[in-house]
């Protein structure tokens, strides 16, 4: 067997460096580093538009080509998620916290290289796991069922007290909110309709697309736009010695990087996990096991871009493990792979750890050279992308918030994807101004509806037995002790539970309290509602949103009436040296130079911005939107020269109109003057 696995690895090998297939394989790592820099478009789309161009390839050519698209997708993530602020992907959220606040104080390009380096190690060790694991894990992966997969969800979630920092009541209410909200559409097990407000928009559930770049990428940009300033005036770190000391970084933290790669890999194997949460729960892996963690990540820290990319990376070669041995998609991107397994007659399963085992080592190797080309072209324009966070505000603003559009209406093609953007984008600006952690209500959004489904089908399937299997009764224990942790150490801190329960004084009320009547509204208008539908499709919204609501009405408690009390212990324990300081897991605004009367005006100019952009597009298309945006913005906010906003407008305008209207031919959202066009053409000849 193992003659036989090495004679396959080698022949595949050598199949690689075919002319034809290197050329393929080239060719999609720049489509899928360019659809990876590009927010919110993802590999999906080009590896849905590449399909059709593999009939008549050879196997081994063709899953080069579209492997090698997939592949590099999470290396170009980064790169946004680096300079802005705005996650190319959902898998690269987590790398903002660490990697914007290193752009902003001039290591832009040591954040980058660092992404790079651990990209490319991350999807190599995913690549060689895959190829060293799958006919060994191929009967594990057998017995692994709905129990396992709940509670290798449940484990994702007990990551919400990590992620929460040093606010775990506002942390969880965040994820039982983001549960709640993973709970809009139709039930899957009775048909009702939860919290759609009788839209149609909403029975498929809220785009999570839509969601992350509102949430993470438009708080960024309206306090860069508040703040009135480059991401970064520094230029001495965007150089040669700031890309070596990313690379250096990386091997330095070499146990890290193989330690979030086994994660990235494992997750990325388990159906249904998603790319989405393997980042958040690798950067709150590095938070728990790294020494001095919560002094230094979320403030610029490279051991949180390396711990983010390096899963991000891995889980390609992890997600391939199922879909080639049980032709059960690890990905949605893996799930259009099947497809071109169809279009070639390659049958998931024994055929392809059998007599086409050399075409599944051909995938392998095709996902470890996809990785070291990404990240080899990304290294020769990196110094070119660093200066980019130099720019001043009103010449990068337009570019990007016209692609994080077109990128949110990817979600469903519906214009419910461009409120979704905006509605989370307000609400994810006001978190982050109040210090609310974001994280934790992603964690939620995507792990909520997949631990529901997974809860019922285990108990449809096992009854009560399924509680009782080894894997569960093991992981639901680890996850107990994450999710208690941050309640053990709140009662070490106080002194027990007599501790906690005093201190309660005159209840001081401020203006950030709003949030929590606001969210205590939300949940008790959530409960109100689920409380009339079928009992199975109430139970679980039910049981989150009281959490929620405990959790929230506590917070607003402890906030109003034993904050004197915190602040007194807190001293006492600095005069003695004993404070252990907590990370604030979010990025922190730096708009503390400007006045809250101001902000508050530039953030509703900024808003407004946005829903300029809005009507115009459904008056006149978005096409012709992008260069009127771009001309008013660039020549009202800064004023920029004719010379510059000319060329930025033209350009962005023909990019746009040959990628994603010739090229991906996105069906646009119709607008006012094209109900209008038939009637005209029907006036025009008779006058």
């Not at 080509?65 to 959220?93: H, K, M, N, R, Y």
């Not at 400007?594 to 829903?611: C, D, N, Y």
Request: proline share 5%.
């Amino acid at each position: 067997m193992e003659q036989g696995m090495l004679q396959a690895a080698v022949t595949a090998f050598g199949l690689m460096f075919d002319p034809w297939t290197m050329t393929l394989l080239f060719v999609g790592c720049i489509m899928g580093l360019v659809l990876g820099i590009l927010p919110g478009i993802g590999g999906l789309a080009g590896t849905a538009l590449l399909l059709p161009f593999t009939f008549g390839m050879e196997p081994v050519a063709a899953m080069a080509l579209l492997l090698g698209l997939g592949a590099t997708t999470a290396t170009g993530d980064p790169i946004p998620a680096i300079l802005f602020g705005v996650p190319g992907g959902a898998g690269s959220a987590a790398t903002v916290l660490d990697g914007l606040p290193m752009a902003k104080r001039g290591e832009a390009s040591r954040a980058l290289s660092a992404a790079y380096m651990s990209s490319l190690l991350g999807g190599v060790f995913g690549a060689a796991l895959m190829g060293l694991t799958i006919p060994i894990l191929r009967p594990i992966m057998l017995y692994i069922g709905s129990p396992e997969l709940l509670a290798f969800s449940v484990l994702g979630i007990s990551f919400v007290a990590t992620l929460s920092g040093n606010a775990p009541l506002r942390g969880l209410t965040g994820a039982a909110l983001g549960i709640m909200i993973a709970m809009v559409g139709s039930d899957p097990q009775t048909g009702t309709l939860r919290y759609t407000f009788d839209t149609l928009y909403l029975w498929e559930g809220a785009p999570l697309t839509s969601i992350v770049l509102g949430f993470f990428a438009l708080p960024e940009l309206a306090d860069l736009a508040i703040s009135r300033t480059a991401i970064s005036g520094n230029l001495a770190k965007t150089d040669k010695s700031g890309m070596w000391q990313g690379a250096k970084d990386c091997f330095v933290h070499w146990w890290l990087i193989m330690r979030c790669s086994w994660l990235g890999a494992f997750l990325g194997a388990v159906p249904g996990i998603g790319g989405a949460i393997v980042d958040w729960i690798a950067y709150g892996h590095a938070v728990r096991t790294e020494k001095g963690a919560s002094l230094t990540f979320g403030r610029g820290d490279v051991r949180g871009v390396i711990a983010s990319e390096s899963a991000n990376n891995a889980k390609e070669g992890g997600s391939l493990v199922p879909t080639v041995a049980f032709g059960v998609p690890g990905s949605a991107g893996m799930a259009i792979l099947l497809g071109a397994f169809m279009i070639h007659g390659l049958v998931p399963g024994p055929d392809m750890l059998g007599k086409n085992l050399h075409i599944t080592y051909s995938m392998v190797w095709s996902v470890a050279l996809a990785n070291i080309v990404g990240a080899g072209m990304c290294y020769l324009f990196s110094e070119q992308f660093a200066r980019l966070a130099t720019l001043r505000y009103t010449l990068i603003m337009p570019s990007v918030l016209g692609v994080i559009y077109i990128g949110a209406f990817q979600g469903s093609r519906n214009w419910g994807d461009l409120w979704t953007l905006l509605i989370f984008g307000v609400l994810g600006w006001v978190m982050k101004q109040m210090k609310w952690p974001r994280p934790p209500l992603v964690l939620g959004l995507v792990l909520g509806d997949i631990i529901e489904r997974y809860l019922f089908i285990s108990i449809q399937r096992y009854g009560v037995d399924w509680f009782a299997r080894p894997i569960v009764i093991g992981i639901f224990a680890v996850s107990a002790m994450g999710l208690l942790r941050p309640l053990l150490q709140d009662l070490k801190k106080e002194g027990g539970v007599g501790g906690m329960l005093s201190g309660y004084g005159k209840p001081q009320f401020e203006l950030q309290h709003l949030m929590h009547v606001f969210l205590l509204c939300v949940f008790g208008y959530l409960l109100f509602e689920a409380s009339s539908w079928n009992f199975s499709a109430k139970i679980v919204p039910m049981i989150v949103g009281a959490t929620g609501f405990g959790c929230i009405a506590l917070s607003l408690l402890n906030d109003v009436c034993r904050k004197a009390h915190m602040e007194a212990i807190d001293l006492r324990k600095e005069a003695k040296g004993e404070v252990e300081e907590k990370i604030h897991m979010d990025l922190e605004s730096d708009t503390a130079h400007v006045s809250t009367h101001l902000i508050l005006v530039r953030a509703g100019i900024f808003f407004g911005w946005l829903l300029a952009f809005m009507g115009s597009m459904s008056v006149i298309g978005i096409i012709p939107t992008v260069p009127l945006f771009v001309v008013l913005y660039m020549r009202l906010e800064g004023p920029e020269s004719w010379k510059l906003v000319v060329p930025q407008a033209i350009g962005l305008t023909v990019f746009i109109w040959f990628v994603f209207d010739q090229l991906l031919t996105i069906p646009w959202p119709p607008t006012f003057l094209g109900s209008w066009a038939p009637w005209l053409k029907d006036i025009i000849p008779s006058l």
